[in-house]
């Protein structure tokens, strides 16, 4: 047997996926799905020619046993079956699948392409990005939504994809904001105003120069002297 083959990482997708099986029947599918990917390598389009007499000397299993979980992996969509004239066809379905580890370094893709042969049982994502957790966290509001989006780096926002509706309105806050943050707050400007008209006043700046010329403050009372 070929022994360049490192590790194949299965991911936990499989195994609740067939949680949905009671009894020993789960780990027996589990030891059956172990056997077909021994001979299903990623070189091999994840497909290998076997007979039942293959996978019972890798797993003990009887033969009934073998093609009852087979049957299930089939119909949970697995492990897809096609016979032909020397055995049985056996094709992985790779989303179950992360990547495959050779010692020879040959180059391997490490996300699985979108045009599958299968089409997912479960969600097509392993892990959701933030994009997608804010969406699901924020459902049915709007605002919060976008204000939430609008917060994250442009290019992420500008490279997804597959939420390009609430994308586009985040960068559309995320511009708003901008443009918001170089304002001048109008109260800012409303006291400039009021000290420039006030300076431009006759009786204030008489009165300006009088504070001054006799060391008194605003209020007309000395400077640096007790006030009781």
Request: aromatic share 10%.
């Amino acid at each position: 047997m070929d022994t360049s083959r490192g590790f194949l990482f299965i991911t936990y997708k499989l195994y609740h996926h067939l949680s949905k099986l009671e009894g020993e029947h789960k780990s027996h599918c589990l030891n059956v799905f172990l056997s077909v990917m021994k001979y299903a390598w990623k070189k091999n389009g994840y497909e290998a020619r076997l007979r039942h007499e293959t996978i019972h000397k890798d797993t003990g299993l009887c033969r009934t046993t073998i093609k009852s979980c087979l049957s299930t992996l089939n119909k949970l969509n697995v492990v897809k079956s096609f016979r032909g004239k020397s055995g049985k066809t056996y094709i992985v379905n790779e989303v179950f699948l992360k990547a495959e580890k050779l010692y020879d370094n040959v180059k391997i893709a490490v996300k699985q392409p979108y045009d599958s042969r299968f089409t997912a049982t479960l969600e097509e994502q392993y892990t959701l990005s933030n994009i997608d957790k804010i969406i699901s966290e924020n459902r049915g509001n709007l605002d919060n939504i976008i204000n939430s989006l609008a917060v994250l780096d442009l290019p992420d926002l500008i490279g997804d994809t597959k939420n390009v509706y609430y994308c586009k309105l985040a960068i559309q806050r995320k511009e708003e904001l901008a443009r918001q943050k170089n304002l001048v707050d109008p109260r800012i400007i409303q006291r400039e105003l009021s000290k420039i008209t006030k300076e431009k006043n006759f009786a204030y700046k008489r009165k300006k120069e009088y504070n001054i010329r006799n060391n008194l403050d605003y209020k007309g009372n000395p400077i640096g002297k007790n006030k009781d």
